[in-house]
């Protein structure tokens, strides 16, 4: 079903929009604070990360630069060789310090900060590399081109900003400690054992500074933060909306409730006082107001004007109506004894053609019967194809007789009728001819008809006395198509032996004056024939558009 707005209370859809864009207003604000939190706790990681790295990368130069090298020279001057040197990593070792100053400060700062020079195969395994750091430093030796990487990681469902740096690279003097445990100062190979960090070579990147910086809690915060930031948004968002309710309800539901029920006040009844609303509070409100009790009182003047002249229109179109039923029933009246007086003509006209076919076999009869008589067999012939003329006409009143249509009749069916009497009539002594009809379906009205039977039959009982002597079998072929411009095409043809001298097209025989006049005179046609194998009429005319 179709959902109707204008079903839905204005101050509630007002409140659902509201509602909706206050809704995802609050949503987004409150994801935009979470965001930048969560930025703002991962740049103070970034800040503090590069804080430690910077802190203990000048503790590294502090020992390589100032302390050591002061170290070393001091014992010189004291009379000890490098060789007599005891290995102690409290002052040799930058690594080692920083890591001792890591413990100290973690026990001061609880705040889990993770600090590690690591390094694959490293001295102490405290500052063994994990699988991250280990392949960190493994792409470092690869590319000389990394610095430095930067990430978010997830470590026993905690989150942290993990930093990693390269670190120390192999140096020839660090080749000292670690190139072979034989060459080492003395002491070393006592405390660190003769198998890691050995074999290094010059330029190999040994280290990395691994950093983490705890987001988790940050994170949470973040969390925290927006979730009561929602619930404040939330009663914020309840409390405003019941002030705006208030405030919509007071200045601009309840002044268009009051033009709304006026107004349907007004429409139930058209001649009911108009009473003026009253002026609401603002400028647009107000001057709607004051339009709409100027377009109402002008509304119901004119539609009581409107009403009045309703009732005077209705009473003239009844009398009108009235007067317009009268002259129905009497077109009726007409009507019906018009088909009553077409009814009995067309039972006329079938009954005259009924009797002009029984005519017609009536004077067949009579001739029939003379030409019994005659003994004269040139006279008995003419006689029979008299018989077979008036046959032609005949028949085409009895398909008007027969047809719902009387003015035409479908000739198409009248070719094949008339060419099997002809063939069965008794002037026809050879019965082995034969005749095929081939037509489309056309009619014809009877002043086209009759002649058309006429000339049919001429053409059709000459080519069966003289085309095929001897009793010799043949056929006759009777073709009717209709060409443009509605001519029709009438073709006669037999395959017998062709016109004798005096049935040729310029003969002056009756049979060929009969076909010539009917063509020309009473069909406004023209004819070809053809003696090419046989002999054949081609006649064409015009067929009159039927009537009826």
């Known amino acids: 079903m179709k959902f109707k707005f204008n079903h839905i209370n204005i101050s509630t859809f007002v409140t659902f929009i509201n509602s909706i864009l206050f809704f995802f207003f609050f949503l987004i604000m409150i994801i935009v604070i ?90 102490s395994p405290e500052n063994e590399a994990d699988s991250y750091e280990m392949d960190f430093i493994k792409r470092l030796n690869s590319d000389k081109n990394i610095q430095i990487h930067s990430g978010i990681r997830e470590i026993d469902r905690r989150l942290f900003f993990t930093v990693l740096r390269r670190g120390e690279s192999m140096e020839s003097s660090c080749l000292r400690c670690h190139s072979t445990p034989d060459k080492t100062p003395r002491g070393l190979v006592e405390h660190y054992g003769p198998v890691r960090s050995f074999n290094r070579y010059t330029g190999e990147t040994v280290s990395a500074i691994s950093i983490r910086i705890p987001l988790t809690d940050a994170y949470d915060h ?29 200045y601009v539901f309840v002044p268009v409730n009051s033009i709304r029920e006026r107004a349907a006040a007004a429409a139930g009844n058209l001649f009911h006082p108009w009473e003026e609303v ?18 109402a009182r002008s509304l119901l003047e004119n539609r009581q004007v409107l009403e009045k002249s309703v009732q005077e229109r209705t009473r003239e179109l009844e009398t009108s109506n009235s007067l317009l039923l009268e002259e129905i029933e009497q077109r009726k009246a007409v009507e019906t004894e018009l088909k009553n007086s077409l009814d009995e003509k067309e039972t006329l006209m079938k009954e005259i053609h009924h009797r002009v076919k029984n005519n017609f076999q009536m004077v ?18 003419k006689l029979s194809d008299l018989v077979n003329r008036i046959r032609s006409m005949s ?154």
Request: neutral net charge; hydrophobic residues 40%.
């Open 395 to 548: 028949m085409v009143h009895e398909k008007l007789y027969l047809s719902k249509n009387i003015s035409r009749i479908n000739f198409a069916e009248y070719l094949k009728n008339i060419s099997e009497e002809i063939r069965e009539s008794r002037s026809v002594v050879n019965k082995s001819i034969t005749i095929r009809v081939i037509s489309e379906e056309v009619f014809i009205d009877i002043d086209q008809a009759i002649p058309c039977g006429l000339l049919v039959n001429e053409i059709i009982t000459n080519s069966m006395k003289h085309a095929f002597p001897l009793n010799t079998p043949g056929e006759i072929v009777i073709t009717l198509t209709m060409g443009t411009g509605n001519e029709a095409e009438l073709m006669i043809s037999d395959n017998g032996i062709g016109l004798s001298k005096e049935k040729k097209p310029d003969a002056k025989s009756f049979g060929m004056e009969l076909i010539r006049h009917i063509v020309k005179n009473q069909l406004n046609g023209e004819y070809i024939i053809n003696e090419d194998g046989g002999t054949s009429y081609l006649i064409k005319f015009k067929v009159k558009k039927a009537k009826g």
């Open 34 to 123: 979470n965001l930048v939190m969560k930025r703002y706790a991962l740049s103070e990681a970034e800040n503090k990360a590069k804080v430690l790295l910077d802190h203990n990368l000048a503790v590294h130069q502090y020992f390589n630069q100032t302390l050591k090298p002061d170290m070393f020279s001091y014992l010189e001057s004291l009379g000890k060789k490098n060789d007599t040197i005891i290995f102690n990593p409290v002052w040799m070792s930058s690594t080692y310090a920083i890591r001792g100053i890591n413990k100290y400060f973690d026990e001061i700062d609880k705040s889990d900060y993770y600090y590690k020079e690591c390094a694959i195969n490293a001295r």
């Open 278 to 295: 009253t002026l609401p509070f603002g400028k647009e409100l107000s001057a709607l107001t004051s339009d709409f009790n100027i377009m």
């Open 222 to 250: 973040a969390n925290t933060v927006s979730f009561q930031l929602s619930g404040v948004l939330v009663i914020f968002m309840m409390l405003l909306f019941a002030v705006q309710k208030k405030i919509f309800y007071r």
């Open 364 to 381: 067949m009869s009579l001739i029939d019967m003379q030409g019994s008589e005659v003994n004269d067999t040139a006279l008995a012939g």
